[in-house]
Every structure is written in C-alpha cells, then in structure tokens.
C-alpha cells in the first residue's frame, strides 16, 4: 500500500547530533512520514532527542534494525560511519535515506548500491535542497533555453565557519570532510540537475591552516587539527560541453564571489545558495539592461535565510514516495556521481593530470509542481 497519512512509512534516525532536531522538525511537514525512533552509539545523544521529540529512544543501532515496524532508516551519521549504518541496515530490511556525502568514498558507496540492490531496498541521499523552488526554477530556465546553450558555469563555495558554530567540528576537517564533501555536494548537485552529468576534471588542492581553533559558544574541542585538503580549484567538462568552474575552501572566510552562475548564448542565470531551497533566481539576457528575478516555477518552503530553509525531511520524502514507484530525484545514483566527480578532483591534484569519469546519471525529473512555461 502507498505511503500517505493514512499510512505512513515508519522512520527512525541513526545519529541523534546536531542536524537530527532540523529532520525531526521537517520530516514532520510530511504526513507519510512517521518518526518513531532514534539510536546513536552514545546512547545520552539519543536519550534526549527522543525526549525532545517524543519517540522511542532504541538501546543501539542493533535494535533499532531489528525492529520490524521501522520501514525507513536516516542515517544522519558522521560521513566515515556512512557506508557501514547504510549497509547494516540495508541487511536489516530497511531502505535508508543517507545524508550527504553519500559516504567517504566511491567504493563504500558502490558498496552500498550494490548491497541495496541485493537486498532489493532503495538508497536515497541528500542533498535534497535542489528539489526547492530555486533548483526548481533554474532548472527549467535552462530547460526551456532562456539563456541558450549553457557554454560555462561558475560555483563558489565558501567556508560556513563550522569552528564558530559547531560544538565539535573535528569531522569537517578530517578525511570524509572538507569543504568538497560537506559543502560540494550541494553545488555540485545543483549543477548536474541543470546541466547533467561530468565527463571529466581537472584540478588542485591543498590544506590550508593546518591547526584550527574552534570559538563556538558550546564548543566540545577547543582546536582542530587539519588532515584534509581545504581548498579546492577545479574545471568540469560536462558532458552536453559546458565548462564548469568550481572552487571549494575553508579558507575563503568572506567573499564578495556569488553561489553559482550559468552563462548561455543568449543571457547568464544566477543561481541561490544551494545549501538552502529557495530564493531568487536572477536572468539577464546579452540584450537586457539589468537583472530580473525569474517566477519561481514551484510554491517556495520559505523565504531565504529563514530557518524553513535549514528543515530537512524532503529527500526523505522523496524516498518514500520512489518506494512506492515515482521517480527517485535524490537518488543515491545522482549522490554517487557528484561524490566521483569529488574523489576524481582529488585525483586530479594528486596525479596533475585530466580524471575520466566513469559514471553518468540521468538528470532527475523535475518535480511534478514545476510548470514550465
Ligand atoms: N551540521 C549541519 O549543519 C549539517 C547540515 C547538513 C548535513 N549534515 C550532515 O549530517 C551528518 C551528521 O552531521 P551532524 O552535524 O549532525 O554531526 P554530529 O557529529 O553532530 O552528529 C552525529 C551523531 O552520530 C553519532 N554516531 C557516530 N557514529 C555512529 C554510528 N556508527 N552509529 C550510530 N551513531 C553514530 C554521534 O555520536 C553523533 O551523535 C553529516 O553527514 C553531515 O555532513 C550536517
């Protein structure tokens, strides 16, 4: 039987930090979702979101596979305990939604889809931010050729200050983390949904400070040491031939450098920060005297900036609803082809050479609201 309020598929959360209260809370906007648990391997984490949140608090990640009324795991891990939460629970039955990057590396992710596959369970994987009005809107703009043929494309991603807010941002900055797999997916994701799929890279990185200190106000580490490169340079050929430029750096501390842009034959598109869902998307066509924001082609969550845009539940919804046979947007395929493009960057620095990609992924469907015009 579907999903839906009447039914709802049963979800339970592995991995009760930080972003766990932002799924609980979005995920709640969704009536075919039902939260009824939670499990962290420090069991005081998972305690006190189950008190917050008014859900079962299991005794370990054991238990909580084990138990048969939960249909859909998040996995909101660490980046490293990704491809094991994944696969065990995979075994266990459940279809997990798994948050981003899909997992530290190519091959654990491999691993996953091939263990999914076997177990005839569905992977879903953030980030689901491109499914927003923003996403939305520029994807069908390019769709529908208002800037023309898409020659380049420029993201920008800039340090989020993780040490000033995050009580313990130790995992940013170690291998699984950096800003090419805590903040890339989300521009990356963006660029394939418009553009599709990377055929090949070429780049450079390297660590920055080698030490950082951590200033949050409820900060669990006072410093954190470096052992991941920080800052990103690459060039993306896609495969339709647009050419994309791509930096990525926690030491870009403040900027005047824009999100993301596309630049057609006839008219460049600017695209909002895509860790978020909406705000506005700007047009200016080579024959127009200023910029005008595009009508966005989906109803938007929120306004940009407001707390709306940090819920997250979407992607989970999105699984739930490819379960029940439509089309799987934030598809663990579609996470798997933006981590390779990542790893391949790195590659491409370590080896100074142009990296092959070897995957592609259909671009996913645009959501049923969009109404292109
Ligand atoms: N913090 C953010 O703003 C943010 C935003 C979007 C996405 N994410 C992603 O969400 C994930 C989690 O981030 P976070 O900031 O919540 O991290 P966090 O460190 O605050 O929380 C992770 C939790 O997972 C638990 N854990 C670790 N290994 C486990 C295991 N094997 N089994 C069960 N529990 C385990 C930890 O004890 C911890 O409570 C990461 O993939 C991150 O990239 C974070």
Same mark, same amino acid.
């Given at each position: 039987?579907?999903?839906? =309020? ?52 299991? /005794? ?66 953030? =980030? ?10 520029? %994807? ?69 400070? =080698? ?148 995957? /592609?992924? =259909? ?5 049923? %609201?969009?109404?292109?015009?």
């Amino acid at each position: 039987m579907p999903y839906g =309020p009447e039914t709802p598929a049963h979800v339970a959360i592995i991995g009760a930090g930080n972003i766990a209260r932002r799924y609980v809370e979005g995920m709640g906007r969704y009536p075919q979702l039902r939260l009824i648990g939670c499990a962290d391997v420090v069991q005081p984490m998972a305690d006190a979101l189950a008190a917050d949140a008014g859900i079962r608090a299991y /005794t370990s990640v054991d238990e909580l596979v084990a138990d048969p009324d939960v249909d859909i795991v998040v996995n909101i891990t660490p980046p490293t305990a990704h491809a094991a939460v994944t696969s065990q629970a995979l075994a266990a039955g459940k279809h997990v939604y798994v948050e981003k990057p899909i997992a530290a590396t190519v091959a654990e992710s491999k691993s996953m889809l091939a263990a999914a596959a076997a177990h005839r369970r569905t992977i879903g994987s953030a =980030p689901d931010t491109f499914l927003g009005s923003a996403g939305q809107t520029a %994807r069908a703009a390019i769709d529908r050729g208002v800037i023309g043929e898409p020659i380049g494309a420029t993201a920008f991603v800039t340090h989020s200050k993780a040490e000033t807010w995050h009580p313990d941002p130790t995992f940013l900055f170690q291998p699984g983390g950096g800003p090419a797999l805590d903040l890339g997916p989300y521009y990356l994701t963006t660029l394939v949904n418009m553009l599709g799929s990377v055929a090949a890279v070429a780049g450079f990185t390297r660590v920055g400070a =080698p030490v950082r200190p951590v200033t949050a106000p409820d900060r669990r580490v006072d410093t954190v040491e470096v052992t991941t490169p920080t800052h990103w340079g690459a060039t993306l050929k896609f495969r339709s031939g647009t050419i994309g430029t791509l930096l990525m750096s926690f030491d870009v501390w403040d900027s005047h450098l824009p999100k993301i842009e596309v630049y057609g034959t006839a008219g460049t598109l600017t695209v909002p920060d895509p860790n978020e869902f909406d705000g506005d998307v700007t047009l200016r066509l080579h024959s127009e005297d200023d910029w005008r924001v595009l009508e966005p082609v989906i109803a938007p969550s929120g306004a940009a900036g407001t707390p709306a845009q940090y819920l997250r539940g979407m992607g989970v919804a999105d699984l739930a609803a490819a379960i029940d046979g439509a089309p799987h947007r934030a598809s663990a395929a579609l996470a798997t082809h933006v981590l390779e493009v990542i790893e391949a960057i790195q590659v491409a620095s370590d080896s100074q050479s142009v990296v092959h990609i070897d995957s /592609t992924v =259909p671009r996913p469907a645009p959501m049923e %609201r969009a109404v292109p015009s």
